[in-house]
T-cell receptor
Framework: NAGVTQTPKFQVLKTGQSMTLQCAQD?????MSWYRQDPGMGLRLIHY???????DQGEVPNGYNVSRSTTEDFPLRLLSAAPSQTSVYFC????????????FGSGTRLTVV | EDQVTQSPEALRLQEGESSSLNCSYT??????LFWYRQDPGKGPEFLFT???AGEEKEKERLKATLTKKESFLHITAPKPEDSATYLC????????????FGQGTTLQVKP
């Protein structure tokens, strides 16, 4: 049982490049989400999904896209990377949207130069 | 505005020296309060969920309690392996399932 798997662990991008952060879970969780963690800002919700085919915006969605074609996968796409997107990104999943503890992945550390 | 504040920001303890971490919150409607442990370079690891005032949960040397305005994470006789950042998060009644995180308390336990 792998839990939540994120790839890559580290990435350096140039301003304007695009990329996809991968997230997969094997716990049959309905709810999946993406957070970013920045010093002094804590963890903030980017996008979330309550099931396959259903996604919605969180607190800081600008510059990011998501899709959820299967229960297991929830990739996060950076459309045109900016230095302000330098951060650590965490994918998290939960059995349901509310009331259950999230399982977090190990994170992707992204640097945009 | 929904807000979560943790104190202290950093805490240094000697091995065996018990203490408490505080998480105070101001939210419109509490769905649950969560405690996580985060080690450097890793994702948060789920510890506890508390749903209503008066509730308590325990796990090894950790005990979490909840009132209507705050939660405490009590650490009894800590060991060096308890060193980590402890995050408190509140889930409000909403459509997003969003967790509102505090800034965390970084705990260092010296042998």
């Amino acid at each position: 049982n792998a839990g939540v798997t994120q790839t890559p662990k580290f990435q350096v991008l140039k301003t304007g490049q695009s990329m996809t952060l991968q997230c997969a879970q094997d716990m049959n969780h309905e709810y999946m989400s993406w957070y970013r963690q920045d010093p002094g800002m804590g963890l903030r919700l980017i996008h979330y999904s309550v099931g396959a085919g259903i996604t919605d915006q969180g607190e800081v969605p600008n510059g990011y896209n998501v899709s959820r074609s299967t229960t297991e996968d929830f990739p996060l796409r950076l459309l045109s990377a900016a230095p302000s997107q330098t951060s650590v990104y965490f994918c998290a999943s939960s059995y349901r949207r509310e009331g259950y503890g999230y399982t977090f992945g190990s994170g992707t550390r992204l640097t945009v130069v | 505005e929904d807000q979560v504040t943790q104190s202290p920001e950093a805490l240094r303890l000697q091995e065996g020296e018990s203490s408490s971490l505080n998480c105070s919150y101001t939210v419109s409607g509490l769905r649950g309060l969560f405690w996580y442990r985060q080690d450097p370079g890793k994702g948060p690891e789920f510890l506890f969920t508390l749903y209503s005032a008066g509730e308590e949960k325990e796990k090894e040397r950790l005990k979490a309690t909840l009132t209507k305005k705050e939660s405490f994470l009590h650490i009894t006789a800590p060991k060096p392996e308890d060193s980590a950042t402890y995050l408190c998060a509140v889930q409000i009644v909403s459509n997003t399932g969003k967790l509102i995180f505090g800034q965390g308390t970084t705990l260092q336990v010296k042998p």
